[in-house]
């Protein structure tokens, strides 16, 4: 396979903090009961023109109503959504300038690859010539040029997903939803096609809005990442904030790995705070901006891979440090994680880069080793 | 991306090599089939035997009839064959089949009349009842889940009395002081009782009545079996509710109306009991004839050889809508 030349860097885009910008998608105190279950509660969200946005969520969460409320499928009980600043109230699905990629693909059994494409373009009484054209750009945008006159049934798994993704853009949305679009691929062509998704999305330069379960996916693919839990939206921010402050325990554990300590806040100067953890029976330095007064209980979290492990005691300022046991090694391939016994009923993870070949493993199983993180790898909870 | 035609499974599949020829269990002593051959030859035996016995004989038996000339005797007809002198009787009544009967039925207009009749209300009442049916059956694969079970039983409930019970009733209902004009009459629709039976609209309405089933159970395990999200990906794509109808729902059930029309209209055409009760002297179909030539007139030739021209009538489209589908789903590949 020849290697294709790489598209442009992908620059720096953050409308959100332009408090000039209007909001291209803008979902306001949206309420969807049905019946007794509160499916999406109070929330309200911002996208901007351009965004790839994700929510990000378990099965349950609400994810998928709000995108099929954005799409008219489902009526929202209570609150407003607005598409440019135009209030979709009341607008069915079929006039709506929003076009959805579905999970199954619903690809039409039917119709072969070319007149699924054309669906949506036939619908707007575009001219037969021009119908041909756009079908013939979008084949050749997911390369299945040679697939026109194939029914769905002959292709590949990717190979529907790509015609999927073909038909939803060829009527050029104003914005493209994505329903799980890449669960049923396997994992190195879901991976593949995540980068497809993002380098179409800046060629088009059109606003998608994704909906996935696979954390990896949406840090992967999103400008920002909605995560949501039973309703709401716990945190709506970049991939970066998401993964590095974390404003909830949900969250914090929800994407990634993360160790969490529970304490109480026993000093507070600024942003160094010093927490006492029980479990550890120690006090613990932390360098983090936080609400928590003196008193309060709160969480200590850190990323298992801001843990170090040594066998000696590290003697450097600001650092954490507390002594355990190797309970357990997970060798991955790249990496190695470390479970930690700091206390009867509490172990810490920490991951190691295998930058030495497997061979010459210092570190082993019942070594009794140091695991210190710096005062500023930490991020405090509250809630 | 990769290459479209090479997607990673489809490299994991040219990977796995074929196992060598030798390894290759003989399909007859393999432990996974412990009947073998001969086993699995008495499975495809039974079907063929039953055909053989229940429809190909007896179909032989009304083709040799239809080619006899009627006669005052036992059975009505002659030749007989002979079986007593074998082989050789079997050619001296050969020698005296003729198809007397079936240029017959092209010299009397009734018969041809009769046909054409035949079709005509089993295609319009074909039509209506797939008319009545389709609503029917969409509204019962869109019913919640859990009605569906009572909705299914609801449309097969009328088997479980006789059909010529439901026939009868329906002489009940339809007659000139019946049921529905008496309903008629008290609502103020009409001031004079209409007359319905023993016309060709008795006729239809028996049919669809009767048929009704046969239509709406194939219509609606084809629509039950439609993904409801194509219809939610027609509609995303800019297409009102009606034309999805038109360019999703229908083509997708096709399968359904295709049995469900087959299911009506072949046993429409030779339906007797339906005409016979609710159709007038002037209603002609098939299946009257064949019953008064059988039965008033004991002329058992003309009758199979009714029934025979029937069976042709029928047979030749349906095998030629068949040869149309294979080429059609062939031509996709």
């Known amino acids: 396979m020849a290697k294709k030349p790489l598209g442009p860097v992908r620059r720096a885009f953050s409308p959100w903090d332009d408090p000039s910008e209007q909001p291209f998608i803008e979902f306001r105190n949206i309420t969807k009961r049905f019946g007794n279950f509160v499916a999406v509660d109070n929330l309200s969200l911002k996208i901007y023109k351009r965004e790839f946005h994700a929510l990000l969520g378990g099965s349950g969460c609400g994810k998928t109503t709000l995108m099929r409320m954005l799409a008219g499928f489902e009526a929202p009980s209570e609150g407003q959504i607005f598409l440019e600043g135009r209030d979709l109230a009341g607008v069915p699905p079929y006039k709506r300038p929003v076009n959805m990629m579905f999970q199954s693909y619903a690809l039409f059994p039917h119709m072969n690859v070319e007149k699924n494409i054309a669906f949506g373009l036939e619908m707007d009484g575009l001219p037969s010539k021009e119908i041909k054209s756009r079908v013939m750009e979008m084949l050749s945008l997911v390369k299945l040029e040679g697939f026109a006159k194939r029914k769905p049934h002959q292709l590949s798994g990717g190979q529907r997903q790509r015609v999927a993704l073909a038909r939803s853009l060829a009527k050029r949305p104003k914005v493209l939803l994505l329903d799980e679009p890449l669960a049923a691929l396997d994992k190195k062509l879901r991976e593949e096609t995540q980068l497809e998704l993002i380098n179409l999305q800046e060629q088009l330069r059109m606003t998608f809005l994704i909906v996935t379960h696979d954390q990896e996916e949406a840090m992967t693919v999103a400008d920002r990442i909605s995560v949501m839990d039973k309703g709401k939206i716990l945190q709506n921010a970049t991939p970066g904030e998401i993964y590095e402050q974390p404003n909830s325990r949900f969250v914090a554990e929800f994407i990634g790995d993360i160790n969490v300590l529970d304490g109480q806040v026993t000093n507070k100067e600024l942003e160094d705070v010093k927490m006492f953890s029980s479990v550890l029976g120690s006090h613990l330095d932390v360098c983090y901006p936080t609400a928590a007064n003196v008193g309060d209980h709160a969480a200590l979290a850190i990323r298992p891979e801001k843990m170090r492990i040594s066998f000696d005691k590290p003697e450097r300022l600001g650092t954490n440090a507390i002594q355990g046991e190797v309970w357990d090694i997970a060798y991955m391939g790249d990496v190695s994680i470390y479970h930690i016994k700091v206390a009867e009923t509490e172990t810490l993870r920490a991951i190691v880069a295998n930058t030495a070949r497997l061979v010459e493993r210092p570190i082993t199983w019942e070594d009794q080793v140091w695991l210190s993180w710096d005062s500023d790898a930490g991020v405090i909870l509250t809630r | ?333």
Not at chain 2, 84 to 95: K, M, N, P, S, Y
Not at chain 2, 145 to 158: A, D, G, H, K, N
Not at chain 2, 302 to 328: D, G, M
């Open chain 2, 1 to 333: 991306m990769t290459d479209p035609n090479l997607s990673s499974t489809d490299l994991l599949r040219s990977e796995t090599i074929p196992p060598p020829r030798h390894e290759l269990q003989d399909p007859e002593n393999s432990p996974t089939n412990p009947t073998g051959k001969w086993g699995r030859f008495a499975l495809i035996c039974v079907p063929y035997v039953w055909l053989l016995l229940f429809f190909l004989v007896p179909f032989v038996i009304v083709a040799k009839i239809s080619l006899s000339e009627a006669a005052v005797s036992i059975p009505p007809y002659l030749p007989v064959i002979d079986w007593g002198r074998g082989l050789l009787g079997l050619w001296e009544a050969a020698q005296r089949w003729s198809l007397d009967n079936y240029i017959w039925l092209t010299e009397d207009d009734l018969y041809w009349r009769a046909y054409v009749s035949s079709l005509q209300i089993a295609f319009i009442s074909t039509l209506l009842t797939l008319l009545v049916g389709f609503p029917l059956a969409y509204g019962m694969a869109r019913a919640p889940r859990s009605w569906q079970p009572t909705l299914v039983m609801m449309v097969i409930l009328p088997f479980w009395t006789s059909f010529l019970i439901r026939v009868y009733a329906w002489i009940g209902i339809l007659k000139t002081d019946g049921l529905l004009n008496q309903a008629l009459i008290a609502i103020g629709i009409i001031s004079e009782p209409l007359v319905i039976l023993n016309t060709s609209i008795a006729v239809y309405i028996g049919i669809i009545y009767s048929y009704l089933p046969f239509m709406v159970l194939p219509l609606y395990s084809s629509l039950e079996k439609l993904d409801t999200t194509l219809i939610e990906a027609a509609e995303d794509l800019g297409c009102p509710p009606w034309k999805t109808f038109w360019r999703v729902t229908v083509p997708l059930a096709m399968p359904g109306v295709i049995a469900g029309c087959f299911l009506v209209f072949i046993p429409a055409v030779g339906e007797f009991v339906i005409p016979d009760l609710l159709g007038g002297s002037s209603t002609l179909m098939i299946g009257k004839t064949l019953w008064v030539e059988f039965f008033s007139n004991r002329d058992w030739p003309v009758a199979s050889a009714v029934a025979i021209v029937l069976l042709v009538l029928l047979v030749i489209p349906i095998l030629l809508f068949q040869r149309h589908e294979t080429r059609r789903n062939e031509g996709d590949m």
